[in-house]
């Protein structure tokens, strides 16, 4: 008798990991749920919603007739995704924290504390999908375009991708809306958790002032040629090609273009300044091959909800990629992700410098 693959759910409370947890037993999974206690979300009158997911997640377990494991998580996505989150918009970037949270948590520690009791496979419910190819494991975008998360997921290793299981790479939403319904799960019509989970009211600046215990200071908004234009309030309140919220009358449209965390500057300029040809990344992972040979021709966005673009990608350091783009692109950011596309297949990524 063949032994089952043993399969590690990571449980959110939300409708996808229940789904995903049902579809992996009916593929012949010997099947667990996880739950990460990562952050408090904290009501306005005292509820910890994160106690309500946790519990969200267990009736599922106890539905599906499976084991539920709760780790508290919550030191360590401080002191890797929260602490990389305010170093980078303190050093003047913009932080995208889910891609580190699923290189360094949900992929890192808790594929790794479940390798160890005994998992084949930790299986989440991002829309997405992997494929064994010639020895190689190949991540490709999920079925449904709106609501594929392959732009989240560039930073997995062939050793992360050979053990994760993405369950609901084929399906929509409503699809797996209705299957919730049909095996009776509570949570079917559950809301989609939004923006960033440890930053609910979506207030980025008064979040990191709170856990740094400091204020930022003001300094100069200044022009491309260091002219003195005026003060903002701090350059951790501003992201590249932003228009509203800066609080100064140019007599036209004007946008942020750069910010020097050192110099404490935010630099403003007209929107055609804010574009450009060329994006350097580093910190890359390429998924196909290990090292880019010459120049290749790729489709690339610079952030998620971003339409991808030709371009030409060239490996210009042992940790360096350069993407040349055929039309300009728009306010590439500091801190954000390049991810790179051969059709539905993603070649890889990196973060932009």
């Given at each position: 008798?063949i032994e089952?693959?043993?399969?590690?759910v990571a449980?959110s409370?939300g409708i996808?990991s229940a789904v995903a947890a049902?579809?992996a037993?009916?593929?012949?999974?010997?099947?667990?749920?996880?739950t990460?206690?990562?952050c408090?979300?904290?009501?306005?009158?005292?509820?910890?919603?994160t106690?309500?997911d946790?519990a969200?997640a267990k009736?599922?377990c106890?539905r599906?007739g499976?084991?539920?494991?709760v780790?508290d998580?919550?030191?360590?996505f401080?002191?890797?995704?929260?602490?990389d989150?305010?170093?980078?918009y303190?050093s003047?970037?913009?932080?995208n924290?889910?891609?580190v949270?699923?290189k360094?948590?949900?992929f890192?520690?808790?594929?790794?504390?479940?390798?160890?009791?005994?998992?084949d496979?930790?299986a989440?419910g991002?829309?997405?999908q992997?494929?064994?190819?010639?020895?190689r494991f190949?991540l490709r975008?999920?079925t449904?375009?709106?609501k594929?998360?392959?732009?989240?997921?560039w930073?997995?290793s062939q050793?992360?991708?050979?053990h994760?299981?993405?369950p609901?790479?084929s399906?929509?939403k409503?699809?797996?809306r209705?299957?919730?319904e049909?095996?009776?799960?509570?949570?079917?019509?559950?809301?989609?958790s939004?923006d960033?989970?440890?930053?609910p009211?979506?207030?980025?600046?008064?979040?990191i002032?709170n856990?740094?215990?400091?204020?930022?200071?003001?300094g100069d908004?200044?022009d491309?040629?260091?002219?003195?234009?005026?003060?903002?309030?701090?350059v951790?309140?501003?992201?590249?090609?932003?228009r509203k919220g800066?609080g100064i009358?140019?007599g036209?449209h004007?946008f942020v273009?750069?910010k020097?965390?050192e110099?404490n500057?935010?630099?403003?300029?007209?929107e055609d300044?804010?574009?450009?040809y060329t994006?350097?990344?580093?910190g890359?992972?390429l998924?196909?091959?290990?090292?880019l040979?010459?120049k290749i021709?790729?489709?690339?966005?610079?952030?998620?909800?971003h339409?991808e673009?030709?371009?030409y990608?060239e490996?210009t350091g042992?940790d360096?990629?350069?993407?040349?783009?055929?039309?300009?692109?728009?306010a590439p950011a500091?801190?954000?992700?390049?991810?790179?596309y051969?059709?539905?297949?993603?070649?890889?990524?990196?973060?932009?410098?």
């Amino acid at each position: 008798m063949i032994e089952k693959k043993k399969v590690s759910v990571a449980m959110s409370g939300g409708i996808d990991s229940a789904v995903a947890a049902l579809l992996a037993l009916d593929q012949g999974y010997e099947v667990s749920g996880v739950t990460m206690k990562l952050c408090p979300k904290i009501t306005d009158d005292g509820t910890d919603l994160t106690l309500n997911d946790i519990a969200d997640a267990k009736a599922v377990c106890d539905r599906l007739g499976i084991t539920h494991t709760v780790y508290d998580l919550e030191d360590r996505f401080r002191d890797t995704v929260i602490k990389d989150f305010i170093d980078t918009y303190v050093s003047g970037g913009t932080p995208n924290p889910c891609i580190v949270c699923n290189k360094l948590l949900k992929f890192g520690i808790l594929l790794d504390m479940e390798i160890a009791r005994g998992a084949d496979l930790v299986a989440t419910g991002h829309y997405a999908q992997i494929e064994e190819k010639n020895g190689r494991f190949l991540l490709r975008k999920a079925t449904d375009e709106k609501k594929d998360q392959s732009y989240m997921l560039w930073s997995l290793s062939q050793y992360q991708l050979s053990h994760t299981l993405f369950p609901l790479g084929s399906l929509t939403k409503p699809e797996i809306r209705k299957i919730g319904e049909e095996n009776g799960f509570i949570i079917a019509h559950k809301s989609d958790s939004q923006d960033i989970c440890f930053v609910p009211d979506g207030d980025y600046a008064s979040f990191i002032e709170n856990a740094r215990g400091e204020k930022f200071a003001e300094g100069d908004y200044i022009d491309e040629h260091g002219n003195i234009l005026g003060r903002h309030k701090g350059v951790i309140h501003y992201t590249i090609g932003q228009r509203k919220g800066l609080g100064i009358s140019m007599g036209r449209h004007i946008f942020v273009a750069a910010k020097d965390a050192e110099k404490n500057t935010v630099t403003l300029a007209d929107e055609d300044k804010l574009f450009t040809y060329t994006v350097v990344i580093k910190g890359i992972n390429l998924i196909p091959f290990d090292k880019l040979e010459g120049k290749i021709r790729v489709k690339a966005k610079i952030r998620y909800h971003h339409t991808e673009s030709d371009a030409y990608a060239e490996q210009t350091g042992p940790d360096e990629i350069t993407l040349t783009f055929d039309e300009p692109q728009r306010a590439p950011a500091k801190g954000q992700s390049a991810v790179m596309y051969d059709g539905n297949y993603v070649i890889g990524g990196g973060i932009i410098q």
